[in-house]
């Protein structure tokens, strides 16, 4: 590989990044793990909040 | 911040999304009760075009209930999650790396480090990938440091 290349495919890696978490973020498919993970979340608390202190 | 380490069931979760042509798994990680956030990981092969092959990358993001993101590319901006926590979590990026890689079969991957000058307990993780690399037959190369950046390429 071209070192000049390498460098600049290096150097523009967190864009690249950027670029991906934000179109994971919009996809189908990570809309639904959020939900199921703020429905964990809540019961998590509802289990907390019934748990009597020693 | 309250960290939970609570790891969706794995058999379910480890299965790549192909989506808009990205190929990826994304996992629910844990929340924080006291703030309201939740935590995903996702791992990602992707094709950046050009000489590089498929490019794999991984981070992690908080979302709270009104909807606003934080995501952490970095160990360093983790640091609120334990350290038993963060290797039951690189434990998933290393499963997802190898679901992903016996799913999509790519030829030649790149990996690059998120920051530059990475101390050596920072490295762990990426060593961690590279074994799962070798574990599937792939060879490793190192690639020369780009401003202290560390990135790898695995060929087979």
Known sequence: MKHEIHAEFVRTAKDRNAVRAQTVRDTPRAKQVREKAFEALEVYKSQRSKRVPA | ?156
């Open chain 2, 1 to 156: 911040m309250t960290f939970i380490l609570e790891i969706e069931d794995l058999r379910s979760a480890l299965v790549p999304a192909i989506d808009k042509s990205m190929r990826f798994i994304q996992v629910q990680i844990g929340f924080d009760p006291d703030e309201n956030k939740i935590f995903t990981l996702t791992v990602q092969l992707d094709v950046p075009g050009g000489l590089f092959g498929d490019e794999l990358s991984f981070w992690v993001e908080a979302e709270d209930a009104d909807g606003k993101i934080e995501t952490y590319w970095d160990g360093l901006e983790t640091r609120f999650i334990s350290r038993f926590y963060r290797s039951q979590i690189l434990a998933v990026i290393a499963n997802s790396t190898e679901v992903l890689l016996n799913e999509f079969e790519p030829k030649s991957v790149i990996m690059v480090a998120s920051s530059a000058n990475l101390p050596i307990r920072a490295t762990a993780k990426y060593l961690k990938i590279i074994e799962v690399f070798k574990k599937l037959g792939y060879d490793n190369q190192e690639l020369g440091r780009v401003a202290g950046v560390q990135s790898w390429r695995f060929d087979r």
